[in-house]
């Protein structure tokens, strides 16, 4: 695994952020491209810094032993309240809450009530794709 980009000291978040992208489409003085083709398909994959960014946000979330196993449990079960998503990972209740929550400002799962009952479900399909290839690997 590559390191992370050194950030400067007394910069800017948007000016380290810029340098984390890579976003200086020229090359260094005196560096030229081995293979040419390759530098310009790899630099449109990360053109779209809004897209990447996105992405990020996204593996962020799943980098979280305990919100990633909530989203398995919830892609697996389905629609599930928090103390049935608490008993099936064995989060505690309050955090299966708190885990939640952010995975609703996300955008990840929704709510319904159901009577008396809150069932969360998975509501992003670009996370949905990511957990079945994870549960095949």
């Known amino acids: 695994m590559s390191p992370l980009p050194a950030f400067r000291h007394g910069s800017t978040p948007e000016e380290n952020e810029d340098s984390a992208l890579g976003t200086n489409t020229q090359p260094p003085a005196g560096r030229r491209p ?5 530098v310009r398909t790899a630099r449109g994959a990360v053109a779209d810094r809004g897209a ?3 992405m990020a946000a996204r593996y962020a979330l799943l980098a ?3 919100r990633l ?8 079960a389905g629609p599930i309240c928090v103390t049935d998503l608490a008993l099936a990972t064995g989060i505690r209740d309050t955090t299966v809450s708190q885990a ?12 319904a009530r159901h009577g008396r009952t809150v069932r969360y479900q998975l509501d992003d399909p670009a996370v949905a794709r ?8």
């Not at 081995?34 to 390759?38: L, S």
């Not at 196993?69 to 697996?76: D, T």
Request: charged share 25%.
């Open 64 to 66: 979280d032993p305990g």
């Open 52 to 54: 990447v960014q996105a």
């Open 100 to 111: 939640l929550r952010l995975l609703r400002a996300t955008g990840t799962v929704s709510a």
């Open 69 to 76: 196993a909530l989203l398995l449990a919830i892609r697996r």
């Open 34 to 38: 081995i293979d040419e083709p390759a």
């Open 130 to 137: 990511l957990l079945d290839r994870a549960a095949d690997a």
